[in-house]
């Protein structure tokens, strides 16, 4: 465990302030279990190793981070959940913008597909991947900068195998894994909006259609044999 954890009930939550820091937010307990969910998921998906500086190459890669908090409200104001997100400081990479590119999909394709889905009667299915970035693998050298204020991480630097939010090439790093995973079961993926993914219509059922913004996925697909590939494929990558 990172820190002494305490369970909480978002529902009955009540404060005016959202941590600026992790020394902040250390002093509350209402945000020391999304501090403490964050970096466990750190740690179960393997997104770094904890080096020594002295180890690290003189002409290494390395930013800096930080803990970002916030708070999801209800449509009446009220704390739905707490969040807090340990990111990297992109802007302090020198990779070329070329390799940082991620599309997501086009409004009017999410508009075309709940026109397909409800002239078809077909029932639509949405899911997000949490801390979806960190499932894709990092190819380049990048060391970072633990936030400061992180409990026994004084003096280290961390090597990072996953593509942490923050960094220029996460988006893209994410984007080809989901991707690759899709056109893994069978579904073809669209030349016109590289976020949709189909099977054309055919004369017993109409075209089987999924979309997905960055990690929010939605899908119009009533062949149950295809619904259950996909949906078996993302859980067992994600």
């Known amino acids: 465990s990172y820190f002494i954890s305490y369970v909480t009930s978002p529902q009955e ?3 005016d302030e959202v941590p ?4 902040d937010a250390l002093k509350s307990a209402e945000w020391r279990e999304p501090l403490e969910l964050e970096f466990r998921g750190h740690k179960e998906r393997g997104s770094w190793t904890i080096v020594n500086r002295e180890s690290v190459p003189t002409n290494a890669e390395i930013v800096s981070s930080r ?8 449509a009446d104001g009220s704390v739905q959940k707490l969040k807090a997100r340990c990111v990297a400081r ?3 990479q020198t990779i ?3 390799a940082t590119y991620a ?3 086009r409004p009017e394709t999410i508009r075309k597909l709940f026109v ?7 029932q639509l299915q949405q899911m997000d991947v949490s801390q979806a970035y960190l499932y894709a693998n990092l190819e380049e050298e990048i060391y970072m900068i633990p936030p400061d204020g992180l409990p026994g991480y004084e003096g280290k630097l961390l090597k990072l195998h996953k593509a942490i939010y923050g960094l220029k090439q996460a988006g893209r790093r994410w984007f080809d894994l989901l991707t690759k995973v899709l056109r893994s079961t069978g579904l073809i993926q669209s030349k016109y909006d590289p976020c949709l993914f189909y099977l054309p219509a055919t004369r017993q059922s109409p075209a089987q259609l999924l979309a997905f913004h960055v990690d929010d996925i939605i899908m119009a697909i009533n ?9 078996q494929s993302l859980q067992k990558e994600f």
């Open 13 to 15: 939550l009540e404060y």
């Open 20 to 23: 600026v820091s992790i020394r």
């Open 67 to 74: 803990v970002v908090f916030s708070a999801k409200r209800n």
């Open 90 to 92: 992109g802007f302090e």
């Open 96 to 98: 070329p913008a070329i």
């Open 103 to 105: 599309p997501v999909a």
């Open 116 to 122: 397909v889905a409800a002239r078809n009667r077909v």
């Open 223 to 231: 062949d149950n044999k295809l619904r259950n590939r996909v949906l």
